[in-house]
């Protein structure tokens, strides 16, 4: 077995792993194959080796072992942005030991010596920089009266309540970061390799990260191969022939056993360009992911709260309910408002009538914080954003003004599950 095949089948195996942590819990996958597995990676595999270092080392050890775990895998620390600088850094100058003897060459002008590759260089390390080190949209009490201005609460995902861990109220689309030790505003994810939360402030920087870093790895995997076609002429492979052993025919040597004979001879060009190419490919399919998100309106976070929607809907647990006056005439879909929370009981002296329908599908459930097209302007710099700022500030002004003309209506809707 090849050295090509063996990197492939490592590289779906870890894919594999990785995609079954990161998903196994959804509400879609984890009552399946993928879910035990999730499971026995996480719950039972953790047990099975607490145990054995326990009849092994001993409890002191294990305390030890426990706290050095809590502070490296549950607390923020800069071991993963300092393995992303070093490996980074040692790869830029591997790769500029080794392959700026053959440059420039058949394939490769000098602009990218002299220019592009120092540009590329400078602008993954700035965009991380800044990635690194922007605020989040961390919740303070001087700042949360602006943050409860920035979106309505939908009453299905988010309601007004109180954080737990913080003591402020938490507006909507924000979450308590347990590794932050705080609530961040619109929350996406916390991610370690910037040591910190993804979230209003930041997610632009962050999607600017992820940009530079995918054509970067891809732009680095580029000159690996530019660089390898130019040994290939250098050495003289491209007219060159191998003599069959059976039956002793000469044939001109392929492209592919060139490439391999390269790779044979000089392991460090071609195990960077295998490296770029690889997380090339790994962040943009995150990437891309992230964007889908954005454009639909959605954060990291609220992708699992509404698979956990759809699966209520599926289950038949979900209901919409409205309450008017009898009298009123006013079109029950255009009043509707969302809240879990079901109750037949009304306080109301008038007469009112209770409409209840049960949700069929998720294409019923209106996403209040999906703006369509314009939702990506959100997360893009300079006077784009600000534009996307204007266009937000005047829907939530025409968004104010509508409850005011039908408070009565709009305050005996809600989306519910029908009571045990």
Not at 76 to 99: E, K, W
Not at 219 to 230: D, N, S, W
Request: hydrophobic share 40%.
């Amino acid at each position: 077995m090849n050295l090509i095949v063996l990197v492939a089948l490592f590289l779906t195996f870890f894919g594999f792993i990785v995609f079954v942590l990161l998903f196994g819990q959804s509400p879609s996958l984890r009552n399946g194959i993928l879910g035990k597995l999730n499971y026995a990676l996480i719950e039972e595999l953790p047990k099975g080796i607490s145990w054995i270092l326990l009849n092994t080392i001993g409890q002191n050890n294990m305390n030890r072992i426990n706290k050095s775990w809590t502070y490296c895998c549950e607390s923020r620390n800069p071991f993963l942005q300092i393995f992303f600088v070093g490996l980074s850094s040692l790869s830029i100058i591997g790769f500029l030991y080794n392959a700026l003897p053959h440059m420039p060459g058949p394939y490769l002008h000098l602009i990218h010596q002299y220019l592009i590759i120092p540009v590329q260089i400078i602008s993954l390390y700035a965009s991380y920089y800044v990635a690194c080190t922007s605020n989040p949209g961390i919740i303070t009490k001087t700042n949360l009266q602006n943050h409860l201005k920035y979106y309505k609460y939908d009453g299905l995902i988010y309601k007004p309540k109180t954080c737990v861990t913080c003591k402020l109220q938490k507006p909507a689309r924000s979450k308590h970061c347990s590794m932050c030790k705080a609530c961040v505003g619109r929350s996406d994810h916390h991610c370690s390799w910037i040591n910190h939360c993804v979230g209003e402030n930041n997610q632009r920087y962050f999607f600017l990260f992820l940009f530079t870093l995918v054509q970067f790895c891809a732009y680095g995997a580029y000159l690996c191969f530019q660089i390898y076609r130019g040994m290939i002429i250098e050495w003289g492979l491209d007219t060159a022939y191998v003599q069959d052993r059976v039956t002793g025919e000469q044939s001109l040597l392929t492209t592919r056993k060139a490439f391999l004979y390269v790779l044979h001879h000089d392991r460090i060009i071609g195990s960077i360009g295998i490296l770029a190419l690889v997380v090339s490919a790994v962040v943009l399919i995150f990437f891309l992911y992230q964007l889908y998100l954005a454009g639909r309106g959605i954060t990291t976070n609220e992708a699992f709260k509404w698979e956990m929607v759809e699966e209520s809907i599926d289950r038949g647990e979900l209901y919409k309910t409205s309450v008017v006056k009898a009298n009123s005439t006013i079109d029950e879909s255009k009043t509707s408002s969302y809240n879990r929370k079901y109750s037949s009981k009304r306080e109301d002296k008038e007469e009112t009538v209770v409409k209840e329908r049960r949700i069929e599908s998720l294409d019923e459930v209106d996403n209040i914080y999906d703006k369509g097209c314009l939702t990506l302007l959100g997360y893009l710099p300079g006077h784009i954003h600000a534009f996307y700022v204007l266009i937000r500030e005047r829907d939530q002004g025409t968004l104010q003004q509508i409850p005011a003309q039908r408070t009565t209506v709009n305050q005996g809707q809600t989306y519910g599950t029908v009571p045990s």
